[in-house]
């Protein structure tokens, strides 16, 4: 199996181990900082924890000299010889056959590596055709800076409203019905650095396609993303009923 199949498939194991453990008794704390915290240091765990390697060093027992049995030197006599003769009747009789070469078994190190690096591929690019059309997007709306380093884009190819680095794009009739509060959430995602955090999942996710913790993890994040948000959105000021 190749090496790093291999550590792929010992990352997935830590990351689910670990993974299970922040569901099962963390997921219900309401320190959603401490959660994000939680979730990026599993993340990056499990991907660290299967490159180190521990020595352990075990002392073999000595073998004491008095139980080792030594052969006397004059034990083989010089006038002894050692023959192997084959009878010169059944020398010609004799017929060397050259074995078969044995069938070369499958390698399914190979298939499992092809499968692997083709679903990496496939994600890498559905990643990075999400990241052109995002890129593409704020291009082609129509761009109000807010003053703070962060641009506004309304367009009407959205469904619902988003923040990547330091766009925030939502449509023309959002903007126009609740666009003040839905700012002030995107904001909140902006200040606290989201776009970085699904960044960092969307891109270590391309070496964990197949493992479905990665994608649950995923979830988890966004979801103590919208918390975090919602909470500065509160300490704004705003209604928590709008």
Excluded at 35 to 51: K, M
Aim: glycine share 8%.
């Amino acid at each position: 199996m190749p090496t790093f199949l291999l550590y792929s498939l010992k990352a997935a194991g830590c990351l689910a181990v670990f993974y299970l453990f922040y569901k099962l008794l963390l997921s219900r704390d309401t320190l959603h900082r401490m959660n994000r915290v939680l979730l990026c240091g599993v993340l990056l765990l499990s991907f660290l924890l299967p490159l180190c390697v521990i020595t352990v060093e075990k002392e073999l027992p000595g073998v004491s000299a008095a139980g080792i049995d030594v052969i006397p030197e004059n034990y083989f006599r010089r006038d002894m010889v050692f023959e192997n003769r084959i009878p010169d009747d059944t020398r010609d009789l004799m017929i060397i056959e050259e074995p078969e070469p044995a069938p070369e078994p499958f390698d399914w190190g190979v298939l499992l590596g092809i499968i692997y690096f083709a679903g990496m591929f496939a994600t890498l690019g559905w990643t990075v055709c999400n990241i052109v059309r995002v890129v593409r997007m704020t291009r082609r709306g129509q761009r109000i800076p807010l003053g703070n380093g962060s641009v506004l884009v309304l367009s009407d190819r959205i469904r619902a409203p988003f923040s990547w680095m330091r766009y925030v794009v939502m449509s023309e009739e959002d903007y126009a019905c609740g666009g003040g509060t839905i700012l002030v959430h995107e904001q909140a995602h902006q200040r606290l650095g989201h776009s970085w955090d699904l960044l960092l999942v969307d891109l270590l996710g391309c070496l964990q396609w197949f493992n479905p913790a990665m994608w649950l993890l995923r979830v988890e994040l966004r979801a103590v993303h919208e918390y975090e948000a919602d909470e500065q959105v509160l300490r704004c000021g705003v209604d928590a009923k709008d």
